[in-house]
């Protein structure tokens, strides 16, 4: 076990966790931070995404060794009142059906728009081609990120 000082949605934590660990687990179980979810395990799902330094990256494939110093930002730390444009535009769309992919959704249209505010259809097939929805709502989510984009 080793301990770790992880900056996560602006606040100092101190885990101890074995060095492997996936950062995902380190949230999920010793931060009880649970928006980010468990999909696939071999980072191509997407449900797990977080930012690590405003980029979108796959939680469950990160070790925690790797983050350093590094900001993470977790669906929990977007917007503290929910009310991030990309969380705006997704209720506005009623993207969510049964809501396990959202988080990691949102939290890679995020990082798309804040590299990238206005966006090509090729641009967002591109950022969210790593993300699965198995309820099929890439149309929706789509549109909300063109949303999200001009407001």
């Given amino acids: 076990m080793s301990t770790f000082t992880l900056n996560i949605n602006g606040s100092q934590h101190e885990v101890h966790a074995d060095p492997t660990t996936p950062l995902l687990w380190v949230l999920r179980d010793h931060l009880d931070l649970v928006g980010t979810k468990y999909g696939c395990g071999i980072a191509q799902c997407g449900a797990c995404t977080v930012h690590l330094n405003g980029t979108a990256v796959r939680a469950?494939?990160?070790?925690?060794?790797?983050?350093?110093?590094?900001?993470?930002?977790?669906?929990e730390g977007l917007s503290e009142s929910g009310d991030h444009p990309v969380q705006k535009a997704w209720l506005a769309h009623d993207v969510p059906q049964c809501g396990y992919c959202q988080a990691g959704q949102i939290m890679s249209a995020a990082a798309l728009l804040e590299n990238n505010?206005?966006?090509?259809?090729?641009?967002?097939d591109a950022a969210m081609r790593g993300n699965l929805c198995r309820c099929g709502t890439y149309t929706r989510i789509k549109k909300a990120i063109k949303t999200a984009a001009n407001s």
């Fill in 117 to 124: 505010p206005n966006p090509s259809d090729e641009d967002i």
């Fill in 60 to 75: 469950c494939q990160l070790p925690v060794a790797s983050v350093g110093t590094s900001k993470i930002t977790t669906i």
